[in-house]
């Protein structure tokens, strides 16, 4: 019988280590860390943080954000569990933990800031010869978002909808007279009926006031007819998936063909990806521009866009 010295998984151990360590180069994690320390400007974060106590400094919030959705982790609460669990993540924060509300309101708060760092790294591969400037692919992936399907319609659905739910109350209201009416009363139910009609009475206010305020949304298509309405985001549109239909957007990217560099990303609330082309050619043209990065690559790559454009009309 072999001898083997024995080993346990399940114990905790003080272990001394020099977070500089473990960025190694090669990786990933090292090329967000020495871009965010050498390449990039963070100064556009600064104006908000002029006021209040010490913050968490942007440098550090955006190297575990990014690490994070590198490998696929889009959960704030997650973030902070791998900032606390994790040795890369560790690394990288320095050892603090941002806890998740901080990191949630960072993202959503600093959409121009962000943008303006995708421009530098664009600027930052293009000094390293990343950008092949000859050929780029445009394609989409539809992404689920907050809203809920069953919000969805057109605006007469949406009616429709809504008196169906002033039927429910009226039904619920004379229940609840009935019941209120006779000797021996059961509070219980009473209790539920009012509960329901505050729940279904909420719901109507709701779609009536999105009726009130908004107009139908059109369509873009050749024959322009309504498409649905969504009243938690109207911005979003039901699309389908080859696992049925979701409600969402279509996140479109465009990619440099040489290092499949992403030089420009948008999502649009639209299912058919079409409509998406002189929007995206129109982007990538201004921002070449703005960028100084090939004046001659804008003009005959939007044109040949436009070109397709036109081929498709």
Same mark, same amino acid.
């Given at each position: 019988?072999?001898?083997?010295?024995?080993? $346990?998984?399940?114990?905790?151990?003080?272990?001394?280590? !020099?977070?500089?360590?473990?960025?190694?180069?090669? &990786?990933?994690?090292?090329?967000?860390? +020495?871009?965010?320390?050498?390449?990039?400007?963070?100064?556009?974060?600064?104006? $908000? +943080?002029?006021?209040?106590?010490?913050?968490?400094?942007?440098?550090?919030? /955006?190297?575990?954000? #990014?690490?994070?959705?590198? @490998?696929?982790?889009?959960?704030?609460?997650?973030? *902070?569990?791998?900032?606390?669990? !994790?040795?890369?993540?560790?690394?990288?924060?320095?050892?603090?933990?941002?806890?998740?509300?901080?990191?949630? !309101?960072?993202?959503?708060?600093?959409?121009? =800031?962000?943008?303006?760092?995708?421009?530098?790294? /664009?600027?930052?591969?293009?000094?390293?010869?990343?950008?092949?400037?000859?050929?780029?692919?445009?394609?989409?992936?539809?992404?689920?978002?907050?809203?809920?399907?069953?919000?969805?319609?057109?605006? %007469?659905? #949406?009616?429709?909808?809504?008196?169906? /739910?002033?039927?429910?109350?009226?039904?619920? #209201?004379? =229940?609840?007279?009935?019941?209120?009416?006779?000797?021996?009363?059961?509070?219980?139910?009473?209790?539920?009926?009012?509960?329901?009609?505050?729940?279904?009475?909420?719901?109507?206010?709701?779609?009536?006031?999105?009726?009130?305020?908004?107009?139908?949304?059109?369509?873009?298509?050749?024959?322009?007819?309504?498409?649905?309405?969504?009243?938690?985001? !109207?911005?979003?549109? @039901?699309?389908?998936?080859?696992?049925?239909?979701?409600?969402?957007? $279509?996140?479109?990217?465009?990619?440099?063909?040489?290092? *499949?560099?992403?030089?420009?990303? *948008?999502?649009?609330?639209?299912?058919?990806?079409?409509? &998406? /082309? %002189?929007?995206?050619?129109?982007?990538?043209?201004?921002?070449?521009?703005?960028?100084?990065?090939?004046?001659?690559?804008?003009?005959?790559?939007?044109?040949?866009?436009?070109?397709? #454009?036109?081929?498709?009309?």
């Amino acid at each position: 019988m072999p001898k083997f010295k024995p080993y $346990n998984h399940d114990q905790v151990v003080m272990v001394v280590i !020099n977070f500089e360590d473990q960025i190694q180069p090669g &990786t990933f994690e090292y090329a967000i860390h +020495y871009l965010i320390e050498h390449k990039l400007d963070l100064s556009v974060f600064f104006p $908000n +943080y002029q006021t209040g106590r010490p913050a968490y400094d942007p440098a550090i919030l /955006l190297k575990i954000i #990014l690490f994070a959705y590198s @490998k696929g982790i889009t959960s704030s609460r997650e973030i *902070q569990w791998c900032c606390e669990t !994790n040795i890369i993540f560790k690394a990288l924060s320095c050892d603090s933990v941002p806890h998740f509300t901080t990191i949630a !309101n960072f993202v959503s708060s600093h959409a121009e =800031e962000v943008e303006s760092l995708f421009e530098q790294v /664009l600027l930052v591969c293009d000094q390293q010869g990343l950008l092949g400037k000859e050929l780029f692919a445009i394609d989409g992936c539809k992404m689920p978002s907050n809203a809920s399907k069953e919000h969805s319609g057109t605006f %007469k659905e #949406l009616a429709e909808k809504r008196d169906k /739910l002033r039927r429910q109350i009226n039904y619920h #209201l004379k =229940e609840h007279q009935r019941l209120d009416a006779q000797t021996v009363q059961d509070e219980a139910r009473l209790k539920r009926i009012e509960q329901t009609i505050s729940t279904l009475d909420k719901a109507s206010d709701r779609i009536d006031q999105f009726l009130k305020n908004n107009v139908p949304r059109m369509g873009r298509g050749r024959t322009r007819k309504e498409v649905k309405s969504n009243i938690t985001d !109207n911005q979003s549109a @039901k699309m389908k998936i080859n696992k049925g239909v979701i409600q969402g957007y $279509n996140g479109v990217a465009t990619v440099d063909k040489k290092h *499949q560099i992403v030089v420009d990303a *948008q999502a649009f609330g639209e299912g058919q990806e079409h409509h &998406t /082309l %002189k929007p995206v050619l129109e982007r990538v043209e201004a921002r070449l521009k703005r960028l100084e990065i090939s004046e001659h690559l804008s003009a005959r790559y939007c044109d040949y866009g436009r070109y397709r #454009l036109c081929q498709r009309s």
